[in-house]
């Protein structure tokens, strides 16, 4: 497509063409004012023979004219510069970003005031944003390869042994590869929840919920996980009930607990939850390690593991906030005295 003619040139052209205008028109309409003066006897009329219109007159006419069009020429310079540098340096940043440098950002400009510096602001913003973007896409595919990996290749080794003759098809070894197959299946469900709260797409079936019963009716799943890893399992819970969807809080808890069997050390891991002044929590706390103060802010991010943690996919606090978020809330660490607590908090 051709580019039709730049901003800059049409500034000028209209600029001086509205200056020419402008003198014609204010130069027309003195002389029809003065006749029409003239005529209704306000003003002398011309003595005889003094003609209306002198060389002298055409002269001075022609000189404002041109001295009017070089002022508006050097204003449209001055206007254009100030509007169309910002506007060109924002034009071929986008070009460059739309062939593929994703680092581009535009520089301060001086010139820019007022609407053009918010835009320049605005497009460093959005590039900033695009290049975290795509990044994540990177590392979400190579993280999604990794988490996938090991339970295929599992899966893969102990089928084609069990073909070959060099493992016994046995309810041990069924029980092994079912272990296999849930484990992917909570990943693919995890890495769906993510992505759907990523995108503010996560379904919510919202419905009058009793916290504190549904708390209760998983407690015996709850402890059937938290026992054999050393773990007691305690309640505190607050009767009331609270706007939300029970499928998606009671995976969020299981996340929680998950992540406390996992990374805690064996003790009795505490859930609460409290219903007042209009908001709903739910708190699972343990007696520690916790998270290092510097890791806190990644905690919650999806692929994020602790230093010292090689276990799990790195999903369960990700879904734990896409929940929460979800419900119009959002979930939080607490370090406490001896105590590390996740809590979801929401408005009911």
Known sequence: MKAGASLARQLWTA?????????IISTAAFYIIYALLERWRIVAPLPPGMDAFTGLDVSITLGVCVLGLLLALGVAVWLSRRIVRPLSAVGAAARRIADGDLATRVDAIPDAQGETALLIAD??????????????????????????????????GRLQGAKDGLFLLDASLVDGLMAQVVGLTRLVEDLR???????GQLELMLTDVDLASE????APALRSMLEPAGFSLMLDLQPGTARADAGRIRQAILALVDNARRHADPCVLRISTSIAKGHASITVADTGPGIPPDFEGD????????????RGSGLGLAVVRGIARAHGGDAHYESRVGISAFVIKWRT
């Open 299 to 310: 905690a919650f991010n999806q692929f994020i593991r602790g230093p010292q943690s090689k």
């Open 215 to 218: 708390v209760k009716d998983m």
């Open 193 to 199: 929840s993510v992505s759907l709260a990523g995108s």
């Open 15 to 23: 600029m001086a063409a509205l200056s020419v205008m402008t003198i």
């Open 123 to 156: 497009f460093n913003a959005m590039a900033g944003r695009l290049q975290r973007m795509a990044s994540d896409v990177s590392v979400w595919n190579a993280q999604i390869a990794h988490e996938l990996r090991t339970p295929l290749t599992i899966l893969q």
